[in-house]
């Protein structure tokens, strides 16, 4: 249900929640951890930054480090800096009015995964990752 950016980005903060706090670790350090493409994870390292969730700090000894404790940091939010939760809301199979009063023909099942996704994602943050 989460697209390969979120993925990638949850790899990547899990690796920054393993740093001593202050410490900072380069992307192309990471993205060789990770297995990732140095410029892609760029991007999505600095969309994170964006949204508050590592800091991006330069000059030496620079590099990304976690904005907040790994036990603040939901999987939820980091998937939610990533990609619109939003369009999880919509209809599996595209129907405009699919509503609980007026269900498609696998709108319950779709709720159902839905909100166990979330669940899960809301359940779990970085520290518990890093057990």
């Known amino acids: 249900m989460i697209n390969k950016s979120s993925l990638l980005a949850i790899k990547a903060l899990t690796e920054l929640a393993q740093l001593p706090p202050g410490e900072c ?5 990471i993205a060789q951890k990770i297995n990732a493409p140095a410029n892609y994870l760029g991007k999505i390292l600095q969309s994170l930054a964006s949204r508050g969730l590592i800091i991006s700090q330069k000059g030496k000894g620079g590099g990304f480090r976690l904005e907040r404790s790994p036990k603040k940091i939901r999987l939820f ?9 939003g369009k999880w809301s919509k209809c599996f199979l595209g129907r405009k009015q699919c509503l609980d009063s007026s269900p498609c023909h696998v709108h319950d099942q779709w709720k159902h995964v839905k909100e166990t996704n979330i669940k899960f994602l809301e359940g779990i943050n ?3 990752l890093g057990k």
């Open 25 to 29: 670790e380069g992307a192309g350090s």
């Open 126 to 128: 970085l520290y518990d």
């Open 77 to 85: 939010d980091i998937v939610a800096a990533i990609e619109d939760t």
